[in-house]
């Protein structure tokens, strides 16, 4: 039924997103279908939503209709996070022709094939809540990137009091490590040389399992693949850092020095209103410890501006904190209510005016803390990954990114003639052009 159709896919939101999205064309692509791009006529529309904000369910809702209007004859398939969160309000939307809750997407293409065959709305939703196996979808080859990411754990049961996560992906469920083994392996064979362990909450992988391997464990055995060159990781929790884990980490020269160590505030108070599980303290300390088992490691984080009840003075804290981390970069977000979170409902909602100051202000702190980490590592070599070939006006130049995940550019004057770059490893020296004052990676051919 699928053969010959054609597949237009959208994903919104974090990288567990894309990375089903991808595993979701491939099964779609296994029977028969045709992938084409969002703005194209198509016979079906994947719409993988995401529901972390109002904001985030609107945008959901946007390309929905978009679909929709493009081709009003088009199937319209709306699966994810706000298919979870808002079951009922999609069931009544003439834009959606069929919904594919979490944990279901691993059978979208028979679901469509049914759909094909019935013209009917099937029962598609899983309560996840209840749901304790993890979903066994995977990739054989990245579609957009070089690298590849691969989701090894799904669920949360963290609760932060803004989060909507925990109710639209359910509890903690890590994959079997033979599973998360045998992809990186397919996805070796296919050239991938860097791999990026991902999931809706990293940090506890293992942890729903008896006897079961952490996340220590299943780095050194993906590592062990010998095409693979770097292993990174998604995003952690402070908690998990402690001097074993470092320790176990830093023997492993696969893995690569750049951590997402989630903050969300740098003011204790508001930690403990966001029902986060450790302080500013807590939060130095472990970077403290990443600093003494790695050269100028890259710490990035995530914050979040103007949660309910943020002083001015609350704020200035977090600000006078972040400034003394020094940390690469900052993901800043200005606070959205989420319907049926704890903060949704708490007084003293920030007004929109003082969120976007205090984004401006935290985004100008995170510029000046990558410009003066970047700046640490000028005239040094470095390992550059290639994943695209850009053009800006005549100018051709290949951009990557180093094992810190800094984002190098390599003008394309020094590629020789004949030689296809991306997706290969270059050294080169990272140093900063007069004309521009921007940086580049200047790379050393002869050393290939």
């Known amino acids: 039924m699928l053969n010959n159709k054609t597949v237009a896919a959208m994903t919104l939101g974090c990288k567990v997103n894309q990375y089903e999205t991808d595993g979701m064309l491939e099964l779609l692509k296994s029977a028969g279908a045709k992938i084409v791009d969002f703005d194209k006529k198509a016979d079906i529309y994947l719409i993988n939503t995401c529901s972390v904000t109002n904001i985030a369910d609107k945008k959901s809702?946007?390309?929905?209709?978009r679909a929709k209007k493009q081709n009003p004859d088009a199937i319209v398939v709306a699966a994810g996070c706000y298919v979870q969160a808002e079951r009922k309000t999609l069931e009544q939307d003439p834009s959606v022709d069929l919904i594919v809750s979490n944990n279901r997407?691993?059978?979208?293409?028979?679901?469509?094939?049914?759909?094909?065959?019935?013209?009917?709305?099937?029962?598609?939703f899983a309560d996840i809540g209840k749901e304790r196996e993890f979903e066994g979808i995977t990739i054989s080859k990245p579609?957009?990137?070089?690298?590849?990411?691969?989701?090894?754990q799904d669920g949360c049961n963290q609760f932060c009091s803004y989060c909507i996560i925990p109710y639209v992906?359910?509890?903690?469920?890590?994959?079997?490590?033979?599973?998360?083994?045998?992809e990186v392996r397919r996805l070796a064979e296919a050239g991938v040389k860097e791999i990026v362990?991902?999931?809706?909450h990293v940090s506890s992988y293992?942890?729903?399992?008896?006897?079961?391997?952490?996340?220590?464990?299943l780095i050194n055995l993906v590592s062990k693949i010998e095409p693979i060159k770097r292993v990174r990781l998604g995003s952690l929790e402070p908690g998990i850092i402690t001097p074993a884990f470092i320790a176990e980490l830093a023997e492993n020269e696969k893995v690569c020095p750049h951590f997402h160590l989630s903050l969300q505030s740098g003011c204790d108070t508001v930690l403990k209103r966001m029902n986060r599980k450790y302080t500013c303290e807590d939060y130095?300390?472990?970077?403290?410890?990443?600093?003494?088992a790695y050269d100028r490691p890259a710490i990035t984080t995530d914050v979040i501006t103007g949660f309910p009840g943020e002083t001015e003075e609350e704020f200035e804290q977090t600000a006078a904190f972040l400034k003394q981390m020094k940390l690469y970069e900052l993901h800043v977000f200005k606070y959205s209510p989420r319907k049926g979170t704890v903060a949704a409902a708490m007084d003293n909602q920030v007004p929109p005016e003082i969120k976007s100051e205090r984004s401006d202000r935290l985004l100008a702190l995170s510029a000046k803390c990558k410009a003066d980490?970047?700046?640490s590592f000028a005239n040094e070599d470095l390992t550059v990954l290639v994943e695209e070939q850009v053009r800006a006006g005549d100018a051709v130049y290949y951009r990557g990114y180093t094992e810190r995940y800094m984002d190098v550019r390599i003008p394309g004057r020094y590629i020789p003639d004949g030689m296809d770059p991306v997706n290969r490893l270059f050294t080169v020296c990272f140093r900063k052009r007069k004309e521009t004052g921007e940086y580049e990676g200047i790379p050393y051919i002869p050393n290939l």
């Open 206 to 217: 293992g942890k729903d399992k008896e006897n079961g391997m952490g996340l220590t464990d």
């Open 105 to 124: 997407k691993k059978e979208i293409a028979g679901l469509l094939e049914q759909y094909l065959c019935k013209k009917t709305e099937l029962n598609n």
């Open 373 to 375: 980490y970047e700046a």
């Open 169 to 182: 992906r359910g509890r903690i469920r890590s994959r079997e490590p033979v599973s998360v083994e045998e």
């Open 284 to 292: 130095m300390e472990k970077c403290d410890m990443l600093r003494r």
């Open 143 to 152: 579609i957009n990137h070089t690298r590849a990411y691969v989701k090894i």
């Open 61 to 65: 809702r946007q390309m929905i209709h």
């Open 197 to 200: 362990l991902t999931g809706i």
